[in-house]
């Protein structure tokens, strides 16, 4: 099993920047990737960003590509999302997620493991 707590959430105003992160613990081995997700209220569930635990190549959803970073820390055990330039419309809860796929992607039923979301608020 793997256990996945999220931090960093907050509110923050339009062009302002937050971090967030995501520690993992449990049977690492197991993950071979990791993203980060996010549900605004009425909408659908969508994939943000994703890394590879092995090999670090990252893929971003068009709508924070330039603006979001992910990564991940030495250990592989910490995954983190770098959000600048923020926007209302990234008002959502953001969850961290991990899979156990040897092709990372922002496919929501290849992930297995969720962490409990925080909450992003962006105004204007």
């Known amino acids: 099993q793997v256990q996945l707590v999220e931090s960093g959430g907050g509110s923050v105003q339009a062009g302002g920047s937050l971090s967030l992160s995501c520690a993992a613990s449990?049977?690492?081995?197991?993950?071979?990737?990791m993203a980060w997700f996010r549900q605004a209220p009425g909408k659908q569930r969508e994939g943000v960003a994703v890394?590879?635990?092995?090999?670090?190549?990252?893929y971003y959803q068009d709508s924070v590509r330039g603006r979001f970073t992910i990564s991940q820390n030495n250990a592989k055990n910490t995954v983190s999302l770098q959000m600048n330039n923020l926007k209302p419309d990234d008002t959502a809860v953001y969850y961290c997620?991990?899979?156990?796929?040897?092709?990372?992607?922002?496919?929501?039923?290849?992930?297995?493991?969720w962490g409990q979301g925080t909450q992003v608020t962006v105004s204007s």
């Open positions: 997620a991990t899979g156990s796929s040897e092709y990372c992607s922002l496919m929501d039923w290849t992930f297995s493991y």
């Open positions: 890394i590879s635990r092995g090999g670090g190549s990252t």
């Open positions: 449990g049977h690492l081995p197991s993950i071979k990737c």
